[in-house]
Structure formats: structure tokens, C-alpha cells
């Protein structure tokens, strides 16, 4: 019998927490017995074929402490997204700065376009089904995101001699913030979501961006382009520690749509 049934058994005797979830999978191709602690804080025990079961128990029992600590670590960071309404006095920040929803049949005076932001932090946007609003607002987020990738990338284009550089505000799914393409696209890209972040950690994520586009030699997050980063932004470990626990609370277009009518 080779099933992850015995080693579950022989685990037990450890009494390890129950929050830590722990599974045991038999890998057939792993040599050595590893851990894994998953997003959320869920661990996997990872066992080759045929071990020994006390072995198991003696590996884990010695990374009690090490598992301690990345399941802390794993659940303070696991993500928290908020999810809107879509009702009027939601808010929502962008660069710095928090609007409220109002929802208008028609554009208020002096507004020739929805959805539109004021001076005094109304978000204005056309009243109509909830995903439509949303997607109103998602197009504002990568309007204004797009311009202000453009204009704020610029002083990386000259300093880092990247020529012919392009810019793209989209959405990258839940687990990225931006991405640089090679070429031939050679594209710096960054998630719509990010303009929902504090400024700094907006610039944190295109200056990252904008360090891969210098293409360094060696590996991505390697010697050299750690050298540029250290260059551009003395201060981006700080802002990448940041980034980890605050873009967590960060709004990725997560609503509660009823599917009616607003
Ligand atoms: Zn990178």
C-alpha cells in the first residue's frame, strides 16, 4: 500500500494544528520529501513513492517551525478583495485619490462624457445594468491608467535608452501587476487595477516593469536588474513589501450584481 492514507495516519501522531490543513500527496517522480504551504495557508506534504512513513514524521516534525512561520506569513497575506455594489457613495480609489459613485441618467452640467470624475471626488457614471457600470468604470481605471503609464514611463524610456517602447492597461488576472513582452511586441503592461493603489506602489510596479524593458543580462529578477532597480528606486524592497499586503485589499472588479436592472 502506497497511499497518502498511511502517511496521513502516521502524521497524525504529530497533532499538528488543524489549521494548517495539512495533505499529503505521493509525487512519483520527487526523490525527497518537500513541503509546500499554499496562497491561504494551506500545506501540502510532498512525498516520493515507496517512503518511509516515520521518515515523514521525523522530516515534518523538524520544519514545525519553518511551516509556523509561512503559514503566519500565508495568511497574513492571503488576498481580501473587496466587492462592490455599484450603488451610489461606493468608492473608488484611483491614484491617490478616493471618488464616490453617483449614478445620473444624463451628464451633469459641464460633464460632456460618462463616466467622468470631478474636482470634488464625484465618479459620475450613466445609470444602466450593474455590468455595464461596471465595465464603465473599469474603462476609466484603464483610460486614466493608460496615460498617466505613458507619461510617467517616459523618463525610463530616456534614462534606460529603451526605444520604441509601447504601453498597455488591462486586466492580468488576480495574481499579477504588470508584465514586460520582448519582442517583437516589447510592450511594458500593467493591470487596470493597479491605479487603485497608492501612488507610490503604482510607480513601484512600472518602474519594475519599465527595469525588465532595459533587458538586462542574466536572470529576470537577477544581479543586474536588481541594479537598475536599485538605481531608479533605492527604496523598491520597501515598496515590494508593501505592495504584497496592501494590493491585497485592492478592488480587481469584484461586484455583487443582482442582474437586475439599476
Ligand atoms: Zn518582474
Given at each position: 500500500?502506497?497511499?497518502?492514507?498511511?502517511?496521513?495516519?502516521?502524521?497524525?501522531?504529530?497533532?499538528?494544528?488543524?489549521?494548517?490543513?495539512?495533505?499529503?500527496?505521493?509525487?512519483?517522480?520527487?526523490?525527497r520529501v518537500g513541503i509546500e504551504v499554499k496562497p491561504g495557508g494551506a500545506v501540502a506534504v510532498l512525498v516520493p513513492p515507496l517512503a518511509d512513513p516515520e521518515q515523514i514524521v521525523r522530516f515534518v516534525r523538524s520544519r514545525r517551525r519553518w511551516i509556523t512561520e509561512k503559514v503566519d506569513l500565508a495568511v497574513r497575506l492571503a488576498p481580501d478583495h473587496p466587492v462592490k455594489e455599484l450603488v451610489n457613495g461606493d468608492e473608488f480609489d484611483l491614484l491617490g485619490q478616493r471618488y464616490q459613485l453617483q449614478l445620473v441618467a444624463t451628464p451633469p452640467a459641464g460633464i460632456e462624457q460618462l463616466p467622468a470624475a470631478t474636482a470634488d471626488r464625484i465618479l459620475y457614471a450613466r445609470a444602466q445594468r450593474p455590468e455595464q457600470v461596471r465595465q464603465a468604470i473599469i474603462g476609466w481605471y484603464r483610460q486614466?491608467?493608460?496615460?498617466?503609464?505613458k507619461r510617467e514611463g517616459r523618463q525610463y524610456e530616456q534614462d534606460g535608452r529603451i526605444g520604441g517602447l509601447r504601453y498597455e492597461v488591462r486586466d492580468l488576472g488576480r495574481h499579477r501587476w504588470g508584465l514586460y513582452r520582448g519582442e517583437p511586441k516589447h510592450i511594458t503592461a500593467l493591470h487596470w487595477a493597479v491605479f487603485g493603489l497608492p501612488v507610490h506602489l503604482a510607480e513601484y510596479v512600472l518602474v519594475h516593469e519599465q527595469a525588465h524593458a532595459t533587458r538586462p543580462g542574466g536572470r529576470a529578477h537577477g544581479a543586474a536588474w536588481q541594479r537598475r532597480m536599485n538605481l531608479w528606486m533605492p527604496d523598491w524592497r520597501q515598496r515590494q513589501l508593501e505592495l504584497a499586503e496592501v494590493g491585497r485589499h485592492c478592488w480587481?472588479?469584484?461586484?455583487?450584481l443582482p442582474g437586475a436592472a439599476v
Open positions: 500500500m502506497n497511499s497518502p492514507d498511511r502517511y496521513q495516519t502516521a502524521l497524525a501522531t504529530l497533532q499538528l494544528p488543524d489549521e494548517w490543513q495539512v495533505d499529503v500527496a505521493v509525487r512519483p517522480r520527487r526523490r486614466v491608467g493608460l496615460d498617466w503609464v480587481l472588479g469584484d461586484c455583487r
